[in-house]
């Protein structure tokens, strides 16, 4: 649907609200400079839903009225009303707060929170939202059991990448390297536990080499003195081209950590960019790797040495059988969403929420076996909320190798 058409009223109008103060950003933000997942995730998300045709308009902490690849941005100062088809309320960072939209006139058909962690955020009971939207199984859980949420309330959508990027940093043509890895986060999510694994890879093989990227301006933070170590380059805080060549230079990704992760964005892009995941078994990872698949759990705690020696032995086996570890790369390319496909996701959820279009395929509940509608990411059971993904087979070609689906075939 072409934005002309959306401007005819073809598509919803939308409004994405977050009221968090910790960093200022816009449309360009998360291209020019690295931020945090959530804004990543919602300025990203914005983008998607005016491509596919609905009238986007993001209310956040923005330095000026203005408009970015068709989104309309307003800044929180001077917005007294929330009004669209739509209106999705979120926060992902700062003091978690959402008591600000209970001062604002919001009048929609559907209001949504977007739900990026496990804390209930602070007037999130008074805003009485018609559904809750949670970035993974694991987020789900907890706002049924401990939030009181009912699951007919409750929609996991995962968190998706850029396709438009990685295109763009695929045409550079950029040489994998075997024995690179990269660690691109938050540095409390593991980078410590990673530079424990990189000096066991080193003692068998001086070749292994890591890349950080990000640190603690990703969530507003002053930024620390940048890694440091042998064989360690700190790239700091990168946009979202930079990053994608980072990833597509780079053989594995380290995701090796006790936080439990609610929703992750750096799975979602390493497996895009073919940089195979060692990852703990915590939060939501599960759910977005399959293990010995599209990349690799390790289990124990990341900060004891036996376990990053596991981490790094696994490496090295990997490293040795070229053909297993070419698979899994290929695998882990069809793996992830990207964010065209996502925001048609929230789409047939709104279709479907008011009343529009046809109903959608369903499918018994994998764990209550009550309902489940199917849409293009996999099947939302519609009583427990649980979401059972969907995952895109191999097809062998007649010379047996493995050939996959390209992304537009989704």
Request: hydrophobic share 40%; aromatic share 6%.
């Amino acid at each position: 649907m072409s934005p002309r058409r959306a401007e005819a009223g073809a598509g919803y109008r939308v409004v994405i609200y977050c009221p968090d103060r910790h960093i200022v950003y816009d449309g360009r933000t998360p291209e020019q400079v690295g931020v945090g997942g959530g804004i990543t995730a919602r300025v990203r998300m914005a983008r998607a839903l005016r491509r596919v045709g609905h009238r986007v308009t993001m209310v956040v902490n923005c330095p000026r009225p203005a408009e970015f690849d068709g989104v309309e941005y307003l800044p929180l100062e001077g917005v007294a009303r929330l009004s669209g088809d739509v209106v999705v309320l979120t926060t992902s960072g700062g003091g978690l707060d959402l008591t600000p939209a209970l001062a604002l006139d919001v009048r929609a058909r559907l209001r949504a929170v977007w739900v990026h962690g496990p804390t209930m955020p602070k007037g999130f009971e008074s805003l009485a939202a018609e559904e809750v939207y949670a970035v993974s199984n694991y987020i789900a859980r907890i706002v049924r059991s401990a939030w009181g949420v009912p699951g007919d309330r409750i929609f996991v959508v995962h968190n998706g990448f850029d396709e438009a990027v990685f295109g763009r940093a695929e045409r550079q043509r950029t040489r994998r390297d075997p024995h690179r890895l990269v660690y691109f986060s938050h540095p409390s999510k593991g980078l410590e536990a990673s530079l424990g694994v990189l000096r066991h890879l080193r003692a068998a093989d001086p070749r292994y080499h890591l890349i950080v990227c990000g640190g603690g301006g990703l969530w507003g933070e002053v930024m620390a003195p940048p890694a440091s170590g042998e064989a360690v380059i700190d790239r700091g805080l990168l946009g979202q081209a930079a990053l994608a060549s980072v990833l597509l230079s780079a053989s594995f990704s380290l995701h090796l950590q006790r936080r439990e992760e609610p929703g992750s964005l750096a799975i979602a892009e390493a497996q895009r960019a073919g940089c195979v995941a060692l990852a703990s078994p915590v939060g939501c990872f599960p759910e977005y790797i399959a293990d010995g698949v599209d990349g690799y759990l390790i289990p124990g705690d990341p900060d004891l040495t036996v376990v990053q020696s596991q981490a790094a032995a696994r490496l090295l086996q990997l490293a040795a059988a070229p053909q297993a570890l070419d698979d899994a790369r290929r695998r882990a390319q069809t793996a992830p969403f990207d964010t065209d496909l996502l925001a048609r996701v929230w789409t047939a959820d709104w279709d479907r929420r008011l009343s529009r279009g046809r109903p959608p395929t369903e499918s018994p509940c994998t764990v209550c076996g009550a309902s489940a509608v199917v849409l293009p990411d996999g099947a939302h059971c519609t009583v427990c909320g649980h979401f059972d993904r969907r995952r895109l087979p191999v097809i062998e070609s007649s010379d047996r190798k493995p050939k996959y689906p390209k992304m537009a075939d989704r």
